[in-house]
C-alpha cells in the first residue's frame, strides 16, 4: 500500500530572493504529474523550510535560489536536517547557480542541481526516483 | 490614392484561391501566433486597416496621442541614453564599475542594490547572512552612498536605482549626498523604481502593506514635485511582470494597470495631475517576438496618452506621455551555449530603438549563470553602440510605422490591453485585483504555458530544445568577493560606534512621529540619513508603524 501513497514534495524559496517563476512552474508541474506539492511561498528561512519538511511528511525537499546566495544557504538546510535526524529527507535545488559552485553543494549533501532550461519532465522523474529509493 | 479596403479584400481572397487552395504551397504551421497569442496572418494588407485614422491613432511624433514616439524628431537628436545596471559587492567595487561603464561610452548611471537593501535591512541582520553584496551593491547608510558615487558629477550624470519598498530612503540619501557636494537637489536627475504594485506581483521585494506602501510613494511625488524637477519620481514596471511570465498583453496591460492606482492614489491625496504626472516615467522587457514586441511599445504609448486624457484629465503634455526604459530579457537568456544570447540580446534590444525607448539595459551573455564580468558587460553596451552607430535605425522618427503588420499588430494589442484594463476596473483597481491574487494568477497561468509549449517543441529555443550540443561549462564567471559580507559587517559597525546614540533616537522618534501622523515622509528622512541613521534602523521604525506585509505562504496543492 504504502507504493500506492502520493508522492509529497516540498518546494521552497529561501533567503531573500524574490524570483518565484520557476518554483511556482515546478511546483505546478509536479502537481500535474499527480504528486502532492507544498510551496512555501518566498523568504524563508533554512530553518523554516525545514521545520515545514518535517511537520508536511514530505519525501523530497526541492528548492529555488537564484539570488547567489546558495553556498550559504543550501548547506544550512542539509545541516539542519541531519540535526533533526531528517538527512534521509533528499534536498535537489535549481535556480541560477554557477557550474562551479555545484561539487561543493554536492559535497554538503544536496542532491542534484539542476540548471536553467532543464525540462519539467526529467524533474519529475527525478523525483520519483529519489520518493521510490527512500 | 487610397484603394478601397473592401476592393483589396476581394481580391486577397481570390489570392489565396489561387495559390493555397488544394494543399498548394503548404506552410511550416497550422497557425501562426505571437507570445501573447495573437494570430498573424500570411499577408497584411490597407484592409486589416480599415477604419484606421493616421491623424486620430498615430499622429506626429511628439504629439498626441504619441503612437510614433514622446520626442518630435526622436534619435536625431540624441540616442537613448546607454543605461547599464550594475551593482555587486561594496560600494568600492561598484563604484570602480561605474567608472569603467562611463569611460566606455555609457551614458547614465543604474544601481543594482543587493536583496538586504532591497528589503530594508542593514548587512548585520541576522536575515542578511548570505545575501550581502550578492545581487547588488550593499547600501547601509550615506557612508556607502559616499563610496558609490566617489568622482561621479552628480549634476551630470543622471543615475537610475531600482529601489522599490525603500525608495524614500534611498532618494534622502541621494539628496542628502549632493547637498555635501554643493549640488542643489533641483539639478538632481535620475530614477527611483519606487513602483510597490508589482512588487507583490511578481519581484517579491515588499516590505510594508498597500496602504502606507502607496503613502510612502504618494510622499516621495509630492516632495520631488516641489524640489527635483527633474526626477522621475516612479518607474512603473513591466519588465519584472514579464520576466515572471506575463505576455506581451499582459505586461502592458498589468503595468498601466498599475500607473491608473498610482495617478489615483496621488490625485486623492490632494496633489494636482499635472503637477506630477510629467515625471512618471515606465519600464518594460524587450522579448524575442520581434513585432510584437514593437508594436507593444507603440501601443503602450497610445493607450497612456487617452488614459491620462481622459480619465484623469491631465493637459500637460508632459503628463500624457509614456517615457519608458527598456532593458533585454532576463528569462530568454540560456544557460546553454550561453554565448548565443550575444544574438539574442541585440534583436531584442533593437526591437526596443524601433519601439522609440528613451534608456536601454543590454544583458549581459553570461546572465543566466552568474552576474556579468567586465568584459561581458563591455560587450553588451557596445551590441548598443552599434545599433545607434552602425545601422542608421536611428536616423528617421518611428521607421516601422505604416508597416501594415505592424499597424494591425499594435491596434490588436490595444484592444486585448483595453480588455484586461476594464476588467482590473471591475475588480476594484490594480491594487484590489493584486489582493484578490488576480494577476498572480494570469501571470503564473501563461508562464506555465511558456514551459509546456518549450517541453512539447510547440516553441523553439535554440541550443535548448533544438539543436542542443554536448554541454561545456564556461570559465572566468563572475564571482563574489566572500569577504565582501564580512568587510560591509564591520564597517558598519565602526559607523554605529562613531554616532551620537541620542541624535539617532531622535531622528527614529521623529520618523515614528511622522509616519504615525501624515505629513511627507522624505524631509525627516532626509534629516536622519544625514546623520548617517542607517536604512535598517528607519525601514526597521517604519515597520513597527505601518506593519509587514504577509504573502499568502504555504500553498497545498
Given at each position: ?23 511556482k ?10 504528486m502532492?506539492?507544498i ?8 530553518a ?14 526541492g ?9 550559504h544557504?543550501?548547506p ?19 535556480g ?20 536553467p ?18 | ?7 483589396i479584400?476581394?481580391?486577397k ?7 493555397f ?13 505571437t507570445?501573447?497569442?495573437l ?5 497584411y ?10 491623424a486620430r ?6 504629439e ?10 526622436m534619435?536625431?537628436g ?14 568600492e567595487e561598484?563604484n570602480?564599475r561605474?567608472?569603467?561603464?562611463l ?11 543587493d ?21 547588488g ?8 552612498m ?6 561621479i ?29 554643493g549640488i542643489?537637489q ?32 504618494t ?13 522621475n ?24 494597470a498599475d ?7 496621488a ?17 518594460f522587457?524587450?522579448?524575442a ?7 507593444k ?8 496618452a487617452?488614459?491620462m ?6 493637459v ?6 509614456l517615457?519608458?526604459?527598456t ?6 537568456l540560456?544557460a ?30 553570461d546572465e ?10 563591455l560587450?553588451?553596451?557596445r551590441?548598443?553602440?552599434?545599433i ?15 508597416s ?7 491596434n490588436?494589442?490595444?484592444e486585448e490591453v483595453w ?21 498572480q494568477?494570469e ?17 523553439v ?10 554541454e ?7 564571482q ?23 541624535v539617532?533616537?531622535?531622528h ?50
Amino acid at each position: 500500500m504504502e507504493n500506492q501513497r502520493r508522492i509529497r514534495v516540498l518546494v521552497g524559496k529561501v533567503g531573500l530572493d524574490g524570483h518565484d517563476r520557476g518554483a511556482k512552474v515546478i511546483a505546478q508541474a509536479l502537481r500535474d504529474a499527480g504528486m502532492e506539492v507544498i510551496y512555501t511561498g518566498l523568504r524563508q528561512t533554512p530553518a523554516q523550510i525545514v521545520e515545514a519538511a518535517l511537520q508536511e511528511d514530505v519525501q523530497v525537499i526541492g528548492i529555488s535560489i537564484l539570488s547567489g546566495a546558495h553556498n550559504h544557504l543550501l548547506p544550512k538546510i542539509t545541516e539542519l536536517l541531519a540535526a533533526e535526524g531528517a538527512e534521509d529527507i533528499p534536498v535537489i535545488a535549481g535556480g541560477v547557480i554557477p557550474y562551479e559552485d555545484r561539487t561543493f553543494l554536492e559535497k554538503s549533501g544536496v542532491r542534484r542541481i539542476f540548471s536553467p532550461g532543464t525540462a519539467t519532465t526529467e524533474i519529475v522523474r527525478f523525483v520519483r526516483e529519489l520518493a521510490r529509493q527512500g | 490614392m487610397e484603394e478601397s479596403g473592401e476592393g483589396i479584400a476581394k481580391d486577397k481572397e481570390t489570392w489565396e484561391k489561387r495559390h493555397f487552395r488544394g494543399g498548394k504551397n503548404t506552410e511550416r504551421q497550422e497557425t501562426f501566433r505571437t507570445d501573447s497569442d495573437l494570430s498573424i496572418a500570411r499577408v497584411y494588407t490597407p484592409s486589416d486597416l480599415e477604419g484606421m485614422e493616421y491623424a486620430r491613432d498615430l499622429g506626429f511624433p511628439g504629439e498626441y496621442p504619441y503612437t510614433r514616439g514622446v520626442r518630435p524628431n526622436m534619435y536625431r537628436g540624441r540616442f537613448w541614453t546607454m543605461r547599464q545596471y550594475a551593482g555587486f559587492g561594496t560600494a568600492e567595487e561598484t563604484n570602480s564599475r561605474f567608472k569603467y561603464l562611463l569611460e566606455q561610452g555609457q551614458t547614465g548611471l543604474s544601481v543594482a542594490f543587493d536583496l538586504v537593501t532591497q528589503i530594508g535591512y542593514d548587512s548585520d541582520h541576522p536575515l542578511a547572512e548570505g545575501e550581502v553584496g550578492k545581487v547588488g551593491v550593499a547600501i547601509d547608510s550615506l557612508a556607502d552612498m559616499e563610496v558609490l558615487f566617489a568622482g561621479i558629477p552628480l549634476d551630470k550624470v543622471s543615475t537610475s536605482m531600482t529601489i522599490n519598498a525603500p525608495a524614500a530612503v534611498l532618494l534622502a540619501m541621494y539628496v542628502a549626498l549632493a547637498e555635501k557636494r554643493g549640488i542643489g537637489q533641483e539639478k538632481l536627475a535620475g530614477t527611483i523604481q519606487n513602483d510597490i504594485l508589482k512588487e507583490y506581483m511578481a519581484r517579491g521585494t515588499y516590505i510594508f502593506p498597500p496602504a502606507p506602501s502607496m503613502r510612502l510613494i504618494t510622499d516621495a511625488f509630492q516632495y520631488c514635485a516641489e524640489n527635483l524637477p527633474n526626477w522621475n519620481t516612479i518607474s512603473i514596471s513591466g519588465y519584472h511582470i514579464r520576466e515572471a511570465g506575463a505576455t506581451a498583453v499582459q505586461e502592458v496591460a498589468f503595468t498601466l494597470a498599475d500607473g491608473i492606482a498610482y495617478v489615483q492614489a496621488a490625485v486623492d491625496s490632494g496633489l494636482k495631475v499635472d503637477d506630477f504626472a510629467p515625471r512618471l516615467s515606465f519600464f518594460f522587457g524587450a522579448h524575442a517576438n520581434f513585432f510584437e514586441e514593437i508594436a507593444k511599445f507603440r501601443a503602450a504609448r497610445r493607450i497612456w496618452a487617452k488614459i491620462m486624457r481622459e480619465r484623469f484629465g491631465a493637459v500637460d503634455a508632459k503628463s500624457l506621455m509614456l517615457r519608458f526604459h527598456t532593458q533585454t530579457a532576463g528569462s530568454t537568456l540560456t544557460a546553454q551555449q550561453p554565448e548565443v544570447n550575444t544574438v539574442r540580446v541585440a534583436f531584442q534590444a533593437l526591437s526596443a530603438v524601433l519601439g522609440g525607448t528613451q534608456s536601454l539595459h543590454t544583458n549581459a551573455w553570461d546572465e543566466a549563470l552568474a552576474l556579468p564580468t567586465e568584459s561581458s558587460a563591455l560587450l553588451a553596451l557596445r551590441t548598443q553602440q552599434v545599433i545607434a552607430h552602425e545601422l542608421g535605425v536611428a536616423d528617421s522618427v518611428d521607421p516601422l510605422a505604416g508597416s501594415y503588420l505592424l499597424e494591425k499588430l499594435t491596434n490588436d494589442l490595444e484592444e486585448e490591453v483595453w480588455r484586461y484594463l476594464a476588467k482590473i476596473d471591475e475588480l476594484g483597481g490594480a491594487v484590489r485585483a493584486i489582493e484578490l491574487g488576480f494577476q498572480q494568477k494570469e501571470i503564473q497561468a501563461s508562464a506555465y504555458r511558456y514551459q509546456m509549449d518549450i517541453e512539447q517543441g510547440n516553441k523553439v529555443v535554440v541550443g535548448v530544445n533544438k539543436f542542443a550540443g554536448e554541454e561545456v561549462p564556461p570559465q572566468g564567471l563572475w564571482q563574489t568577493d566572500p569577504r565582501v559580507e564580512n568587510d560591509q559587517k564591520e564597517k558598519l559597525a565602526l559607523l554605529k560606534k562613531g554616532r551620537n546614540p541620542a541624535v539617532v533616537q531622535a531622528h527614529l522618534e521623529q520618523l515614528r512621529r511622522a509616519a504615525a501622523g501624515e505629513e511627507n515622509l522624505v524631509p525627516p528622512m532626509i534629516a536622519a540619513v544625514r546623520d548617517y541613521v542607517t536604512l535598517g534602523e528607519i525601514c526597521g521604525i517604519l515597520r513597527e508603524v505601518f506593519g509587514s506585509y504577509e504573502k499568502d505562504s504555504f500553498v497545498r496543492a
